[in-house]
């Protein structure tokens, strides 16, 4: 009985968290932060909700087909390695774009996306999970993190929320700029654009 009320209540305090980690990305998704620091606020509390290692969010170049690096948080925090620019269909991360699914692994050693086994078996990493940010069928980015120990079916749930409304939130930011953009142009030009 005492067994049961304590795991009771560690799943409690599993879900309170969670629902504070969604409340603070909902913030920070809403707040009055430039594009670059809402997403790494978000990378910034992927870290913390979920005791992972490193969390990156990176952002879709239409016209490149490359996938911007724009946030990074945890171990790791360079904007400008190796992975700062990856191609639709290349890695892991582009990838995850193309195929517009998530992937998931609590073996990351043994995972044949991982592009250096060594690396995540020097660095202690257990799990990954990498999402694509997918908006009316469009990918307009990708969120991944990876940690030390197994993620469990409650924190991939809400990471699914997270890449979902942070879809929302790339787009709505992306369409705000394109409006302030087209109002900068000459007066006739935005007319005819409207």
């Known amino acids: ?107 990351v050693v043994d995972d044949p996306r991982i592009s250096d086994p060594a690396w995540a078996r020097r660095e202690g990493m257990v799990a990954f999970a990498g999402y694509p940010l997918v908006i009316a069928g469009r990918v307009v980015g990708v969120m991944a993190m990876f940690a030390r120990h197994p993620l469990d079916d409650g924190h991939l749930r809400a990471m699914a929320s997270v890449a979902d409304h942070l879809a929302l939130a790339i787009e709505r930011r992306r369409a705000e700029a394109d409006l302030v953009a087209a109002k900068a142009r000459p007066e006739g030009a935005y007319r005819a654009w409207t």
């Not at 909902?26 to 992927?46: I, K, V, Y």
Request: hydrophobic share 45%; glycine share 6%; proline share 2%.
């Open 1 to 107: 009985d005492v067994t049961r009320r304590t795991q009771l209540e560690a799943e409690l305090r599993d879900r309170v968290q969670l629902a504070e980690f969604q409340a603070e990305i909902g913030a920070s998704l809403t707040g009055a932060l430039s594009s670059r620091a809402m997403l790494q606020r978000c990378a910034e509390l992927m870290v913390s909700a979920f005791d992972a290692a490193f969390a990156r969010i990176w952002t879709l170049d239409d016209a490149a087909g490359v996938l911007q690096l724009q946030a990074s948080a945890g171990l790791y925090t360079h904007l400008d390695g190796a992975h700062a620019r990856v191609p639709v269909g290349v890695y892991k991360i582009g990838l995850i774009a193309h195929e517009r699914a998530p992937h998931l692994s609590n073996r």
